[in-house]
């Protein structure tokens, strides 16, 4: 069977009907994997992207018996495709096709249970200092262990996400390794019932593998390989990636690491590196403190004391971790040598990283330094790198012929900016050899959504407004025009702004002027408010980043997306300013490329979580003037769906009142 026959065979098994973008896209995929050259394709909500990549990739890899890696950016699209889409799939093509298709989920190994550490037990310098004074937080920390120890000894996968309920951070990391702390297959004694050993040897064996950003980040950008070897890739939720492969490739030192890595090689290396050690890390805490409350944001200089610290606790870290001595060869000491010299490692890296980072020229700089200060963690030192098209480049795409897709991949109608961003276009990278390397040859695809959006929706405009200024939650005439709209619409508004602060000032001020519910994220769990915005049609939803790209509420429930500002970036974000200085310093515009598309992309995803089905209806409301006179406006306005567009509000809040009102 070609791909057409199969992609039809597939969705008759699973119930559902033809259409046409989604056998473009399937012909396209099957094209890119013939054929060698990358593909990124835009298809919108309702095009049924995950079958048109997934028939193709299985049904190359079974003929070519060469693995296809899926990577996803979400746990639910992971678990969609895992628990839903691939065994329907399985099951539909097996006769189809020489053998059966087999396919895994591969996460990265701190999502496992590491039995030699259950086992070994839990050493007292892995334990938060914060636990150890506080005898409630501590019965509590104990409790968890109990009952993940009692656990492992029940559950098949050992998978973080297979616990219910779960357990906080600190309790999971006590029975959990990072892969740099990991033992290994040869030396670890419990390798034959390990977890995360097991999930690799299911992907080894699968002919379609299932991850995340991150694990294909560090897979990439990595020194070796955690992914089977594999020459075909489908990067799904595409416009993440980027992202992603940013927070991994991203450095830091906080006190608290200090803290940790100084009590993991306490007893472990000799007095005199020891106290060299802890008098670097205690002195570089306290300046970090103090800089964190005087002065967070981007640093552009190294002033020389900072500079003097950061090298001393460089060479403090490296010394010690040398000086770990060789002891007995049990799986708990070694462990503990391990998690001692990765501690020092990392932090010894962050402190070398931020140092090399200043020596280039400002608008030459490949990494970007910056201090947070955070309300649990106090402040924290950050290095991140400016751009990491070069590695996709290089390590991604030099590596596998690649499929990207999302249903937003389009910035002002055009795919460049995404492309620029993977490294798709641009000058020439540096490959793995040291030579220049081209720009990869690729092409991008928009196969368009089945939903006839100027009919089914409208892009509702308030050019009477005044601009958004700085008051939380909107102006008087803002909340003026939201509770209208909320009021025209019965409720069933997903509110969508641009700081929590704000959607909290929004829901406080608007519960005494509306008669039906506003529900705002952070008064329970996100899935759980989720729930309860779709179970009642009255009910409103506020909230910020994540209901913008993760909701999903098909039918009268959502009927008004209410987005209350443009989501440009704050002025002060470290990463998104210095690349919108180097876009700049090097001829381009700044704030076309990096604030407005970055606004550009959040609002088309904001947008798209209002149709959902192919009956839905509504109206999506931009409660800012600038959409529609401001210069940039037309080149935000082209990346959202095609809606009808209107600026009068008294036919938007009359086609809602009909809406809503209808059967």
């Not at 300046?287 to 190294?302: A, C, K, Q, T, Y």
Request: proline share 5%; hydrophobic share 45%; glycine share 10%.
């Amino acid at each position: 069977m070609n791909v057409a026959e199969l992609l039809a065979t597939a969705v008759a098994a699973v119930g559902g009907h033809h259409r046409p973008g989604q056998l473009a896209m399937a012909e396209a995929v099957a094209s890119a994997f013939d054929g060698g050259g990358h593909l990124a394709v835009q298809a919108g909500t309702g095009t049924g992207k995950s079958l048109a990549y997934l028939v193709p990739a299985i049904a190359s890899a079974v003929t070519q018996d060469s693995p296809v890696v899926v990577s996803t950016a979400t746990i639910a699209l992971q678990r969609q495709l895992v628990d839903r889409d691939l065994p329907r799939l399985a099951e539909a093509l097996g006769s189809a096709l020489p053998r059966q298709p087999r396919f895994a989920l591969l996460k990265g190994r701190r999502n496992y249970l590491c039995l030699n550490k259950i086992h070994n037990g839990v050493s007292d310098d892995d334990i938060p200092q914060e636990q150890l004074f506080n005898p409630a937080a501590a019965s509590a920390l104990g409790r968890d262990v109990q009952r993940l120890t009692a656990w492992a000894e029940t559950t098949d996968t050992g998978d973080r996400d297979d616990l219910r309920p779960g357990v906080p951070d600190r309790s999971w990391n006590q029975v959990s390794v990072a892969a740099r702390e990991c033992l290994g297959a040869a030396r670890c004694p419990l390798s034959a019932d390990c977890f995360a050993e097991h999930a690799r040897a299911r992907a080894g064996a699968a002919d379609i593998v299932v991850t995340n950003h991150a694990l294909l980040a560090i897979d990439a950008l990595g020194d070796s390989a955690v992914l089977p070897e594999h020459h075909l890739l489908v990067v799904d939720e595409a416009h993440a990636l980027v992202d992603r492969v940013t927070a991994a490739a991203t450095g830091e030192l906080t006190a608290a690491t200090l803290t940790a890595a100084t009590r993991r090689v306490a007893r472990l290396i000799e007095p005199e590196p020891l106290q060299r050690l802890e008098a670097a890390a205690t002195t570089f805490a306290s300046v970090l403190h103090d800089i964190g409350g005087e002065r967070p944001g981007r640093m552009d200089f190294l002033d020389d004391e900072l500079a003097t610290h950061l090298a001393a606790l460089r060479d403090a870290a490296t010394g010690a971790r040398a000086g770990i001595a060789t002891g007995p060869t049990d799986p708990r000491a070694a462990a503990a040598r391990l998690a001692a010299a990765t501690a020092l490692g990392e932090v010894g890296e962050a402190a070398a990283r931020v140092l090399a980072s200043f020596g280039p020229a400002i608008t030459e700089r490949a990494d970007v330094v910056w201090i947070d200060q955070e309300e649990t963690r106090g402040a924290v030192l950050r290095v991140a790198p400016l751009s990491v098209a070069g590695p996709l480049r290089t390590r991604l795409f030099g590596r596998a012929t690649t499929v990207l897709t999302s249903a937003t991949l389009t910035v002002g109608g055009s795919f460049d900016a995404m492309a620029r961003g993977w490294g798709l276009t641009g000058d020439p990278g540096e490959g793995p050899d040291g030579r220049e390397s081209a720009a990869p040859r690729w092409t991008g695809l928009d196969v368009g959504s089945p939903f006839e959006h100027a009919k089914a929706g409208i892009l509702y405009l308030a050019a009477h407004l005044p601009p958004p200024g700085r008051e939380a939650g909107g102006s008087a005439e803002q909340l003026t025009e939201m509770a209208e709209l909320i009021t025209a619409a019965g409720g069933r508004t997903l509110g969508l702004f641009s700081s929590m602060r704000a959607a909290r000032a929004a829901a406080d001020a608007l519960a005494d002027r509306l008669d039906t519910p506003v529900l705002c994220q952070g008064e329970d769990t996100t899935s759980a408010l989720v729930e309860r915005f779709a179970a009642d049609e009255a009910t409103s939803l506020f909230g910020t980043l994540s209901l913008w790209q993760g909701v999903d509420v098909p039918g009268r429930s959502l009927s008004l997306v209410l987005i209350d500002r443009i989501p440009f970036p704050r002025p002060d974000d470290p990463l998104l300013s210095a690349r919108q200085r180097a876009v700049t310093a090097h001829g381009g515009n700044g704030f076309l490329t990096v604030a407005a598309g970055h606004a550009a992309l959040l609002l088309a995803q904001g947008a798209g979580r209002l149709l959902r089905g192919i009956d839905d209806r509504g109206v999506v409301a931009v409660l800012d003037s600038r959409m529609a006179t401001a210069r940039y406006g037309g080149y935000l306005r082209a990346s959202l769906p095609p809606f009808w567009v209107s600026t009068d509000a008294a036919t938007v809040k009359a086609a809602l009142t009909r809406l809503c009102g209808a059967p």
